[in-house]
């Protein structure tokens, strides 16, 4: 009876014993899972934050494979917190890409993308006003585009033509472009040289005025207009027959085109003083002021065009005088010709000035072709 109490009092003790041991064993368990949790969450706690380059990753060991699963050790393996050094996010640095600095043509063309005669008037249009006047000379402003009247006709009606619409489509309304005083040239440069064989003036058409009508065409051209150049010289001999010489070269063209839209006769304001160097700043570009000159007709020669040959060259100027301001001149309208009396929308432009650059003459092509595809419908 003694050993048998003994006995069962032994196993009271190892029952109790290993209670306590279970007890402590769920305890620790409770603790290992806990921790486990929390190294979990942690974890993916860390993976959708940003966080501090200086914190370490505790999310190593669940990010091995896309389409691996999770295995017990991926929970139990704590490693990278002991190994931190070897862990440190590191901050994503940006690489600087240097932009190209944009051409002469891009700062032009930027200034006239996307505009529309909408955009660019809006719904108000300008007055015509008489500034001064007397016997020889006209002054008139219609907001900032300045006109210079020297004809006899002064009871022309600026606001009507200004606030009239045209309408033209590159599809079918040709351009035709020609040099009457083809000689004429610019000062020497950098990029161009050459020796003059008269007053300011170069038979070598890669520095007179056919390169710079050429350089308009082309520009005409890469807009998807239809542009024809008439290269035919003018000037070459005796200068005071030159109007006269082109004239049967605007009739010729016209036959052989099947008639144009708009002509135009490309010059070089005649001041014969290479200090003369009239320039309009784009943007940081140096660009050569242009210059219309429009005729009314003459005593001697009528001029049915005349109305709509200045309806054209106010809505280009005034389109001028807001996405290029100072890039024109004040317009001078005459009473004569200059062969405007041969097709509608004739007009007759000086680029520039003897002091100009053919680079300057070149780049106020641009803005006039630029200016024209505001008007034109694609």
Known sequence: MKVTAVFLGRKKESIKGLEKTAKKLTKNISVIIYCTFLVIAFSF??????????????ATNFRQAEQRKLELA??????SIYNKDNYIVAEK???????????????????????????????SKAQAVITSENKSLQRVSIGNTKLLNYSSKRDIDFTSLADSSITL??????????????????????????????TMRT????????????????NLTSKNFQCVHDTTPHDYGTYTSSYARSRKTVTNALVKMGG????????????????????????????????FVMGVGSDTTKNKYYEDNLRLA?????????????????????DSVYNQDLN??????????????????????????NLLNIIYKD
Do not use: W
Request: net charge negative; glycine share 4%.
């Open 45 to 58: 706690f860390l993976r959708y934050i940003k966080i501090s380059p200086k914190v370490f990753n505790l």
């Open 74 to 79: 991926d929970f139990l393996n704590i490693y």
């Open 93 to 123: 640095i940006e690489e600087k890409v240097e932009e190209k600095p944009k051409t002469e043509f891009e700062i032009i063309d930027a200034e006239a993308k996307d505009k529309t005669e909408e955009s660019v008037f809006g719904v």
């Open 169 to 198: 489509t590159k599809a079918s309304d040709k351009i035709l472009l020609y040099n009457t005083h083809t000689s004429e040239s610019y000062t020497n440069s950098e990029q161009y040289k050459f020796s003059y064989t008269g």
């Open 203 to 218: 038979t070598d058409a890669n520095y007179n005025m056919l390169s710079i009508a050429r350089e308009f065409a082309n």
């Open 260 to 291: 144009a839209s708009i002509i135009v006769d490309v010059h070089r304001d005649a001041v014969a003083d290479l200090s003369y160097r009239p320039v309009a700043n784009i943007k940081g570009v140096q660009v050569a002021q242009l210059m």
């Open 314 to 334: 106010l809505k280009l100027q005034q389109l001028a005088d807001k996405v290029y301001p100072g890039l024109f001149k004040p317009m001078i309208i005459r």
């Open 344 to 369: 509608k929308y004739s007009l007759l432009v000086e680029v520039g000035a003897t002091g100009n650059t053919i680079e300057e003459a070149k780049l106020a092509t641009r803005c006039l072709t």
